[in-house]
């Protein structure tokens, strides 16, 4: 994901677990989700309130056990009532402000995220990694789920929870060191070596999970392969090698965890065992202490009680350590997603609008790089006069799509600059472009809606009528009629319910609603049965019609038939002009046509 | 472990889901009873021990610190033993926690592991009917999610059972020190237990509801990312947003309404033990006024109260997860329970070189259709014969390609090679035999060299052989590691293109003697194709299979001795291609459409 951390992130996952990386993150956090910081002050408060009584009550009632009822004069009633009054005040408050603190927080807390959750969402759809790099799509789309996710239950459950045990272990020293200075150094240097361990297992802790983690990802791999690949399994006879590769990937995961949960045993272990000595210490050092008329009895007894209140928290401690710091590495990384600067920024109001009408476009001197990549387009240099019909043609890799997606601004150049209607694309406003240059990609994709919804993508707002007769419009008014629910016909998920080929007509008909002045079209490839191609290619024709078109075409046929053929080689432009001028030259265009015509004569002979 | 014993547990009728719910703990238990019965041991003896610890306080109370005072000095054996106590109390308690941590966890992963290879285990067996039925997402869900899910209550469950023995101990401790104030006790352990079930109960669902919220957060945006493309020619980021805005803020509110519930309980639960406590002081001061009791019995008490109201949640903790179990439970038995292995034969086919097919009045009828997609069908090929399926879209080209190499088996009528019957064939022998090359498949998450053996002991000679007439050893050995880049997630993508010359490699280093191409090359450009093609030409005639093709495209039917022509399930035509064009309209129609639809736009244009 490298690509996607602006410097300045890397600088700081570079630094990983230290605090201060952990600090910052905090900091950018609080600042991206002002709702997290509203009324902050006033929660920290309630926690302070909770914190304290709940360590007050043993106390509390460790007195009223040592005055009242342990007493040099024996019990004494009336303080034992005062006593228990006060610590019943106490027990109310502290579950008072325990209430409104955790509710507060988890206010403040969803809010925050849900804000924070949306920012990044709409800041992936300007991320140039998108369009490009589709393998990285289910990384972003963590970054906008569990990633966030994570925060949440960080915020509200571990995050919470460190802030009380340190709250409580201060607390419990002030307690411990108002009854005594010395049994207080005493616990401490008890707990000291756990506390030193801690800090040297913590590393060990963060890898094992990391490792869990990627076992995971692992294993749902691996698990994937008889579900998604059934039919190559069978067809292969490799069931036992599959069954072999899953079996291996969950014993992997299986000992990840049991490693892991090796670690979180022994760490709590230990807090009870350091908590056992700081008990008999203080007994012992008590009673001493106490003969030579430091401590009280009661004092002593009280210690002991005290002791318990520093093992819950350190324990606790110990236990959510680990998720803060995972919780941490979420949010740096959505955070990382917000601070990675769009490549492709809208100028907006400031920027330019495109004039009326038909739109020519120039693209000067331009040279393209993906981003640690090799150089996809070198120098390209055309004119596309308005109106004009061109085919892009090319190898896989030639550069077409790039320069098909520079053209729409999906990108900007590195070298060099696109103009449409006569205006530096970087000046065009989004609003102006969008809707006028648009897009059409191979796959036809659908959204997981009816078939108006989709549609609609083309023309926000539409009536049933307009979508009706863009349908017709495009001649496919037969093709209409057989759908089951007309406009409400349900088209699956990626619109999968209906054919690769129906989906790349409902594309159409959503371009065309969008009537765009300038049409790039990457032509389909899958084979689609011979009524729908034909039906494809009048569609596309009187789409088409009247704008300027930039269609990278997988079929000659389509060459064949455009005003000009630009001809793509490595990245460089390597022949342009008309269908007759390209073959008469014997140069690239005339070698993929030869056979081509080859092919599809063959047969009719 | 067979599938049989780990299926266990079976339904009830009338049964309530908490009794599902514990049917299912029963069955878990019984098959990691040894590591089970270690964990709770170790619960056991930690509840045990968390108890003793209170004794050991009142002990030393009463036996070291009072008469030390009295005495004025503290005897250095009486000292030795008060902190060998504490500390071999605490020793033996963080053995404990230990035996219940880690052995419980291991329980539960074991648990986890072994229900994720049986259900795997069945994806492998079930026929491709049973997994055409069920969609991916819900098979992926059943072998993780629903797994984790059945068996997530086991975590908890040592611990909960440790403190069932240390409420006991408790108790008895209690009433050891005063009968009275244990009445306490009493009164207040069942409060906490109750108020705990109804908060889990209040909890869960709504907990359940933002789980199915955050799952409908994570689709939209999956699938707004993957049509980002349209997304962003179209100018509708901010539409998106709000439509991903919509679905976040349901799941805010479904999270601050969890939160809610929580705030209201965690405090309770959290004040119920301090105020027992109290209670316990107060009764405590008048029983000690009266002379029923020592000051020494009622500080034991009330701290046998601070030990217990934590680890009392832990039922909480069970029975909150029960109602997850059993659905979780029920998705996996679906999956362990279905039935219909795909069987195999124990025969092999002798000789080597292309392999004859007969196809004898097959027809083939989707389970819970009612119309056959293939009706009668006759077909012999001879052995080194190149035939081409032709057809429109849903007349049974796929649907036949798949039962020759037996994804599918026909419900009437039956396939032979060589004379051999394709069911009684070793599924070895008949993956040996036949190969597939299909029109979308799947890659592997691992190297190209994996992908394309599979596991079949072959030298890089022969794969790079394979490659070669696949026409995909230009772009491997453009790839950073050659033959051993990785694919898939976290390695290159291909384009539609290339997966389909790998399927080919795939398909072709394994010698098949009967290779079946279900448009395998609508993807690739008419260059690339028309290569592949006149490789595949000379690889078939030196090597020798026979080939069976489904295409639309001319070039690709060209390669044919002879044409099938599918209609609606049925053979209607078969022959050179040049005498189907000659006699048969509707054949001519399906060929030519892509020569009309290019002619639609030629304007007239002559061409050789």
Not at chain 1, 186 to 203: D, E, K, M, N
Not at chain 1, 448 to 472: C, F, H, I, M, W
Not at chain 1, 514 to 520: F, Y
Not at chain 2, 473 to 486: E, H, M, T
């Amino acid at each position: 994901m490298s690509a996607l951390v602006s410097p300045a992130v890397t600088r700081s996952t570079i630094s990983g677990g230290d605090a201060a990386g952990g600090w910052a993150t905090l900091r950018r956090g609080l600042q991206l989700s002002p709702a997290l910081r509203e009324g902050l002050g006033v929660t920290l408060l309630l926690a302070v309130v909770a914190t304290l009584g709940s360590s007050v009550i043993p106390v509390v009632i460790q007195r009223t056990l040592d005055e009242g009822l342990l007493g040099d004069t024996g019990v004494d009633r009336d303080r034992v009532w005062l006593y228990l009054g006060m610590a019943g005040v106490v027990v109310v408050v502290t579950a008072v402000a325990g209430y409104a603190m955790k509710y507060r927080l988890f206010r403040s807390s969803e809010q925050g995220l849900a804000d924070l959750r949306i920012k990044a969402f709409r800041h992936v759809h300007d991320l140039p990694v998108l369009t490009q790099d589709t393998e990285r799509r289910g990384a972003l789309v963590s970054r906008v789920t569990s990633d966030v996710d994570q925060v949440s239950l960080f915020l509200q459950f571990s995050g919470l929870l460190v802030i009380i045990s340190i709250g409580q272990l201060v607390v419990a020293t002030a307690i411990m060191s108002f009854y005594s200075w010395q049994l207080t150094i005493v616990v401490w240097l008890c707990f000291l070596p756990l506390i030193i361990s801690l800090r040297l297992t913590q590393p060990r802790m963060t890898r094992a999970y990391a490792k869990v983690r990627s076992s995971v990802g692992d294993m749902l791999s691996a698990v994937s392969e008889p579900v998604v690949g059934a039919s190559v399994v069978r067809a292969h006879a490799i069931a036992g090698r599959t069954q072999a590769r899953i079996d291996a990937s969950i014993g992997a995961n299986l000992s990840a965890n049991i490693r892991a949960q090796r670690l979180v045993a022994v760490t709590f272990a230990s807090a009870g065992l350091a908590g056992g000595l700081a008990n008999g210490g203080v007994v012992v050092l008590g009673v001493l202490l106490g003969l030579a008329g430091e401590l009280s009895i009661g004092g002593v007894v009280a210690f002991a009680f005290l002791v318990s209140l520093f093992v819950g928290p350190v324990t606790t401690a110990t236990q959510v350590i680990t998720e803060a710091q995972n919780a941490i590495a979420s949010w740096r990384r959505v955070i990382g997603v917000l601070d990675t600067p769009a490549d492709v920024v809208d100028p907006g109001e400031d920027g330019s609008a495109l004039p009326t009408g038909p739109l020519p476009a120039q693209v000067r001197h331009v040279t393209y790089a993906y981003p640690s990549g090799p150089v996809v387009l070198r120098d390209v240099d055309v004119d596309i006069p308005a109106r004009a019909r061109i085919a892009v043609v090319g190898e896989t890799g030639s550069g077409k799509t790039t320069f098909a997606k520079l053209l729409c601004r999906l990108m900007d150049p590195d070298q060099g600059h696109v103009t449409i209607g006569g205006v530096d694309l970087r000046e065009v406003s989004f609003a102006s472009l969008r809707g006028r240059v648009v897009m059409v990609p191979q796959e036809g994709f659908l959204f997981d809606a009816t078939l108006a919804e989709n549609l609609r993508y083309g023309k926000p707002g539409a009536s049933a009528r307009e979508l009706r007769q863009a349908v017709e419009d495009l001649g496919l008014a037969d093709w209409y009629a057989a759908l089951p629910a007309g406009l409400d016909t349900e088209v699956g998920q990626r619109g999968e319910s209906l054919s690769a080929g129906e989906r790349q007509l409902v594309a159409l008909v959503r371009a065309y609603l969008a009537n765009p002045d300038l049409l790039v079209l990457d032509e389909a490839t899958s084979a689609v049965d011979p009524q729908t191609e034909l039906r494809i290619t009048a569609a596309l024709n009187r789409l088409l019609t009247g704008r300027t078109a930039v269609v990278i075409a997988h079929r000659l046929s389509t060459a064949e038939q455009a005003d000009e053929i630009l001809v793509f080689d490595g990245g460089r432009l390597a022949e342009k002009g008309n269908h007759h001028d390209l073959v008469g030259a014997g140069g690239t265009y005339a070698r993929l046509h030869a056979s081509w015509v080859a092919q599809s004569h063959l047969a009719t002979g | 472990m067979s599938a049989d014993t780990l299926a266990g547990a079976a339904d009830r009728p009338g049964e309530g889901a908490t009794g599902k719910g514990f049917r299912i703990l029963g069955h878990g238990i019984r098959l990691q009873w040894r590591m089970f019965s270690i964990a709770v041991l170790g619960s056991l003896v930690y509840g045990a021990l968390t108890v003793a610890d209170a004794w050991v306080l009142g002990w030393a109370t009463d036996h070291v610190i009072v008469p030390s005072f009295e005495r004025g000095r503290l005897e250095t054996g009486l000292a030795l033993v008060t902190v060998g106590l504490f500390v071999a109390v605490a020793t033996l308690r963080a053995l404990g926690v230990i035996a219940r941590r880690l052995i419980g966890g291991l329980v539960y992963y074991r648990l986890q592991a072994q229900y994720r290879r049986a259900v795997t285990r069945r994806y492998l067996e079930l026929p491709m009917s049973w997994h055409h039925r069920h969609p991916t997402g819900q098979l992926l869900s059943n072998a993780n999610a629903d797994v984790e899910a059945t068996w997530g209550v086991m975590m908890p469950l040592p611990m909960a059972l440790g403190v069932v023995a240390m409420l006991v101990f408790a108790v008895v401790a209690m009433l050891f020190a005063d009968v009275v104030l244990t009445l306490v006790g009493l009164v207040v352990f069942p409060l906490l237990f109750v108020i705990n079930v109804g908060y889990q109960r209040l909890l869960s669902p709504r907990v359940a509801r933002a789980q199915q919220l955050r799952a409908v957060t994570s689709e939209v945006a999956h699938e707004s990312f993957d049509g980002s493309l349209v997304v962003a020619t179209l100018g509708r980021a901010a539409a998106e947003t709000e439509r991903f805005a919509r679905v976040s803020y349901q799941l805010r509110d479904a999270n601050i309404s969890a939160g809610r519930i929580r705030s209201v309980f965690d405090p309770v639960l959290e004040a119920l033990p301090s105020i027992g406590v109290l209670l316990v002081v107060a009764l405590g001061v008048e029983r000690v006024m009266s002379g029923a009791a020592e000051p020494g019995d009622v500080v034991q008490v009330a701290y046998l109260f601070t030990v217990i109201a934590f680890p009392v949640r832990a039922f909480g903790w069970v029975l909150g997860e029960l109602p997850r179990s059993v659905v979780g439970w029920r998705r996996v038995r679906a999956v362990l329970d279905a039935t219909g292995e795909a069987t195999y034969g124990t025969e092999r086919l002798p000789g080597d070189g292309p392999l004859s097919l007969s196809v004898d009045h097959v027809g083939y009828r989707y389970p819970d259709s009612s119309t056959a997609v293939l009706r009668g069908v006759v077909v012999d090929v001879e052995p080194g014969r190149t035939v081409a399926l032709v057809g429109l879209t849903g007349a049974g080209k796929s649907t036949l390609s798949s039962l020759l190499i037996r994804l599918f088996d026909p419900t009437e009528g039956s396939i032979k090679v060589d004379g051999v019957d394709l069911r009684a064939l070793s599924h070895e022998s008949l993956a040996g035999a036949v190969a597939l090359v299909p029109q979308h498949t799947f890659l592997f998450d691992d190297t190209v060299r994996e992908n394309v053996t599979l596991g079949l002991p072959v030298d890089d000679s022969e794969i790079l052989e394979a490659l070669a007439v696949a026409q995909a050893q230009g772009f491997v050995q453009a790839l950073p590691g050659g033959i051993d880049s990785r694919l898939g997630e976290r390695g290159t993508t291909l384009s539609g293109g290339q997966r389909q010359r790998l399927a080919l490699a795939r398909a072709l280093v394994r010698r098949p003697r009967l290779l079946l191409m279900d448009d395998a090359t609508s993807a690739l450009d008419p260059d690339v194709e028309a290569r592949i093609l006149a490789a595949l030409r000379e690889h078939s005639r030196a090597g020798g299979a026979t080939v069976l093709v489904v295409a639309y495209r001319k070039a690709t039917i060209a390669l044919a001795d002879e044409v099938l022509f599918l209609r609606d399930g049925r053979i209607v035509d078969r022959g050179p291609h040049a005498e189907l064009v000659a006699r048969s309209a509707a054949y001519r129609d399906i060929v030519d459409a892509y020569d009309t639809a290019r002619e639609a736009h030629v304007d007239g244009e002559v061409r050789p």
